[in-house]
């Protein structure tokens, strides 16, 4: 995982992109114009993560978690099945799911405020999950 890091906020960093959020005070504004998001960003290594990654990233460390190279002892096959995970904040939003009974994974990234990854992604791994 090359391109996944916590970055400093207040610090420009090539290839990463702006978040464009709605969310200027606290609170939803779904009328307003979309503002870029730096003063609501996550602070780095914050309860709320504060991290950056790439879709490649993400789907590297799913293909890790599924081949036990990242679990704890005793933790084997604990990734086999289907796993979901998301996160956002005002302007970023991350969706990723596995949907194990096709081996196929899904990784949604957005630059807006959530549910922008995990709308679509969700309704992705929903009409998946209907295959077999």
């Given at each position: 995982m090359e391109n996944t890091d916590h970055l400093m906020?207040?610090?420009?960093?090539?290839?990463?992109?702006?978040?464009?959020?709605r969310n200027w005070d606290g609170e939803e504004h779904p009328d307003a114009p979309r503002r870029n998001n730096i003063y609501t960003r996550p602070a780095r290594g914050s309860?709320?993560?504060?991290?950056?990654?790439?879709?490649?990233?993400?789907?590297?460390?799913?293909?890790?978690l599924k081949a036990d190279k990242l679990s704890a002892p005793g933790s084997a096959g604990m990734f086999a099945g289907n796993m979901a995970f998301a996160g956002g904040a005002p302007g970023i939003n991350a969706y990723?799911?596995?949907?194990?009974t096709i081996g196929c994974t899904i990784v949604v990234l957005s630059n807006y405020d959530p549910p922008a990854a995990g709308n679509p992604g969700g309704k992705i791994g929903r009409l998946l999950r209907r295959l077999k």
């Open positions: 906020a207040d610090m420009p960093v090539k290839n990463v992109a702006s978040g464009y959020t309860s709320a993560g504060g991290g950056y990654s790439t879709a490649d990233d993400l789907l590297k460390l799913v293909l890790a990723v799911e596995t949907v194990a």
